[in-house]
């Protein structure tokens, strides 16, 4: 058998020392997952900029012309009026960004619960360290992955650049990376890191710490034990918490990432992300900043699942206690 084909007995093991399951052996790497659910991404970053009413001040008559369209309606359009294959533009960057924003988080979130908080006398791990050290952790890992969402978020509107008659901004990734850094420097690369990094804190705080919480108590007060069904339980509450607590910060940081830029990188339509916040309520109400929140959680909550049902599985092989 090859080594790809080979299923490891790999179990997790509950606080009562019964429950075992086999690793499923993978037949999708990450980023096929990931292309997979991008066209969601993509829809829910282009409903994010649908009736931005900062436009006005600039004169563009595109957010009169352009109704409010629900998430079937949005991917549908992109399909009839760019093409099918544009569901996927960006799909590269947020693939890097994936892999620089899931290691760098984890790496620091195991290293704060495990090595700077510490668990409690009773080996409990307290539900005030999971949440600074899941925010901590989400801040970490997007300022670090700040470039990669950036050219994401550019390219995903590159296609309705061309439906308004703009010109296009990038020939392809690369192209996007290098224009950026020629005309920001490093900073430019960094443009919109603070609500970026804002939404990272809430959804992390989202994720893990309800992950952990959740788990926790199943564990401990249901007859359930540390296996793959509280696991699912788990992460499918943290999809959904993170969702409610990320989606208002990911609306401001895409408008803030996507605004045009004068010849010193300066935004024309926001000031701070505070100014967009409070632009966004103004112009548009309050639940304008859940724009894009069913395809946001539409995808977040199967990646939530896959995340930690792979994340409980190293955590097992490498001897971890789970709590």
């Given at each position: 058998m090859a080594p790809s084909e080979q299923v490891p007995s790999v179990g997790l093991r509950g606080h009562r020392g019964r429950a075992r399951y086999p690793a499923a052996p993978s037949r999708t790497s990450p980023a096929t997952r990931r292309r997979a659910t991008f066209p969601l991404d993509l829809t829910k970053t282009r409903l994010q900029m649908q009736g931005e009413a900062a436009l006005a001040r600039l004169g563009d008559s595109a957010r009169e012309s352009a109704p409010y369209r629900g998430m079937v309606r949005t991917a549908l359009g992109i399909v009839q009026e760019e093409g099918f294959l544009?569901?996927?533009q960006g799909v590269t960057p947020a693939i890097y960004r994936h892999i620089v924003y899931s290691g760098g988080r984890m790496v620091t979130y195991e290293h704060l619960r495990e090595v700077?908080?510490?668990?409690?006398?009773?080996?409990h791990y307290p539900l005030w360290k999971s949440v600074i050290g899941g925010m901590m952790a989400g801040v970490v890992g997007q300022f670090l992955a700040n470039p990669t969402d950036l050219v994401k978020v550019q390219?995903?509107?590159?296609?309705k650049r061309k439906l308004e008659g703009k010109p296009l901004r990038f020939r392809g990734v690369h192209h996007a990376f290098a224009k950026i850094l020629s005309e920001g420097g490093i900073r430019g690369l960094w443009?919109?890191?603070v609500p970026n990094i804002q939404r990272a804190a809430l959804v992390n705080m989202g994720d893990l710490t309800t992950y952990d919480t959740v788990k926790h108590y199943l564990v401990l007060n249901t007859p359930l034990e540390d296996n793959i069904m509280t696991h699912g339980l788990s992460s499918l509450c943290s999809g959904l918490v993170a969702s409610i607590l990320g989606t208002p910060a990911d609306v401001i940081k895409s408008r803030i990432m996507n605004q045009p830029r004068d010849k010193q990188g300066r935004g024309?339509?926001?000031k701070s992300s505070t100014d967009c916040l409070v632009q966004a309520v103004q112009g548009e109400g309050f639940m304008s900043l859940y724009k894009g929140f069913l395809p946001s959680w539409l995808r977040m909550t199967p990646w939530s699942m896959v995340f930690w049902l792979t994340y409980e599985k190293i955590r097992e092989m490498s001897g971890v206690s789970p709590f």
């Open positions: 544009k569901l996927w700077v908080f510490g668990k409690s006398e009773d080996k390219m995903q509107m590159e296609g443009a919109g890191w024309l339509l926001y």
